[in-house]
């Protein structure tokens, strides 16, 4: 049994452990009410621009466009999204399994043929293990989420496509539900289905059709102009929504932690008083043997 220091120690050394998950825990809620902020002010251009996009699809009208073109997949991007660090529970560790899935489904177009687009210190060096090397690295828009970078990351994997250097691009996140449900997602970010361009959270009966456009100049400058900023939004959504989904997990993992640390303690201040009473009654027997002889 351990001595009445040991587990005074022990239970010290559990409070201090608390005091820094109890710490984190705090950070990270208000790093998570930041990012839900982040959220709800893009939430309204990002519903008005698929509005649109919806809209103006629900009509009689025949798009063409170069990110519509479905081809033979040769050659694929896979774009991963994860934290820069880690303590948030199994966050980082999903992203990557549902990666290797990716991977393995893709597995026959041989590793020449698949670009992985890393966005987070995690991911990246789960990458470079499995033996793949990144096509660039993307932790600082990780940690603090740009839409420059977004558009910057967004406009070179569109550029890719254009030009058939990529085949078909896919997105692996966490979409943010709730502080409590964070859903891993895979979708195929191009081609880009426009019979299906409606986001996370929404449904296509958000809006009713509208047949009633006039376009001018004409209908293919309008998506020439459209679809890149749809394009360009999503990664940033995407982005937003890691984020978040990042601040939510680390929360819950350090209230859990902090929960475990207050459970730990009982456990030891119970011990301790026990161990305590023990000794203390072994003396007063000496005491009363000893007065007895």
């Known amino acids: 049994m351990a001595s009445l220091r040991e587990i005074k ?13 109890s710490a984190m825990k705090m950070v990270a809620s208000a790093k998570l009410h930041k990012a839900q902020g982040r959220i709800e002010n893009m939430l309204p251009y990002q519903r008005k621009l698929n509005a649109i996009l919806t809209n103006f699809l629900g009509t009689d009208t025949t ?30 560790m999903n992203v990557v399994k ?45 940690d603090k ?14 550029d890719s496509f254009v030009t058939g250097q990529v085949d078909r691009i896919v997105l692996v996140y966490h979409h943010f539900k709730s502080a409590g449900t964070q859903v891993l997602l895979k ?9 299906q361009t409606v986001f996370p959270g929404e449904t296509s009966s958000t809006t009713a059709y509208l047949s009633d456009y006039i376009v001018e100049p004409a209908v293919d400058s309008l998506m ?24 939510a997990a680390r929360m819950m ?33 000496d005491i009363i043997g000893g007065s007895m002889k």
């Open 145 to 158: 989420p740009s839409y420059e970078e977004a558009r910057s990351l967004a406009v070179e994997l569109m």
């Open 63 to 92: 798009v063409e466009s170069p990110y519509t073109a479905v081809r033979q997949v040769a050659r694929v991007a896979v774009v991963a999204f994860s934290s820069n660090t880690s303590l948030c529970g199994a966050y980082n």
């Open 224 to 247: 020439a102009e459209l679809l890149p900023k749809v394009l360009c939004q999503k990664v940033y959504t995407v982005l937003l929504d890691s984020s978040a989904s990042e601040h």
């Open 9 to 21: 120690n022990r239970i010290a050394s559990v409070r201090s452990t608390r005091q820094i998950t």
């Open 253 to 285: 993992a350090m209230q859990t932690a902090t929960d475990n640390a207050n459970d730990l303690i009982q456990d030891l201040t119970k011990q301790y008083n026990k161990g305590r009473q023990q000794a203390i009654t072994n003396e007063l027997l």
């Open 98 to 142: 549902l990666l290797e899935e990716v991977l393995e489904e893709y597995r026959s177009l041989g590793k020449d043929n698949i670009a992985i687009y890393p966005v987070g210190k995690k991911i990246e060096e789960a990458v470079r293990r499995m033996g793949y090397e990144p096509r660039g690295s993307y932790q600082q828009m990780a």
């Open 187 to 195: 979708e195929n970010y191009l081609p880009i289905d426009l019979q």
